[in-house]
């Protein structure tokens, strides 16, 4: 009932900065948080950053480097990733808790991931 689509990923230089995006589509009524999480190779998805209407949260290994935002009217969450290391390469989820219709519940919602490899 709610889909997410992300776009952004891609190979860039060390230093260097991507921007992600994740919209929502279906029988939405409200979202009540989106995030981004990463998953290395060997590693376990780790949270990345989330935001909510009030707030924002981020891993502290990505404090001061990337930034989450969200345009609600859009339904659509953008992680902006600035000084890109080695070390970030991962596939990046987007995930959003929303409200939906028909029945009213919520519902946890995961994207099909985007990959983002920082090297030289």
């Known amino acids: 009932q709610v889909q997410l689509v992300e776009s952004g990923g891609g190979l860039v230089q060390p230093g260097g900065s991507l921007r992600l995006s994740c919209t929502a589509s279906?029988?939405?009524?409200?979202?009540?948080?989106m995030g981004w999480y990463r998953q290395a190779p060997g590693k376990q998805r780790e949270l990345v950053a989330s935001?909510?209407?009030?707030?924002?949260n981020y891993a502290d290994l990505v404090k001061g480097r990337f930034t989450i935002s969200r345009d609600n009217a859009k339904n659509t969450v953008y992680l902006q990733m600035n000084s890109l290391k080695s070390e970030d390469t991962a596939v990046y989820y987007c995930?959003?808790?929303?409200?939906?219709?028909?029945?009213?519940?919520?519902?946890?919602?995961w994207g099909q991931g985007t990959l983002v490899t920082v090297s030289s």
């Open positions: 935001i909510t209407s009030g707030s924002t």
């Open positions: 279906g029988s939405i009524l409200s979202i009540n948080r």
């Open positions: 995930n959003a808790l929303a409200a939906v219709t028909s029945p009213y519940r919520f519902l946890e919602v």
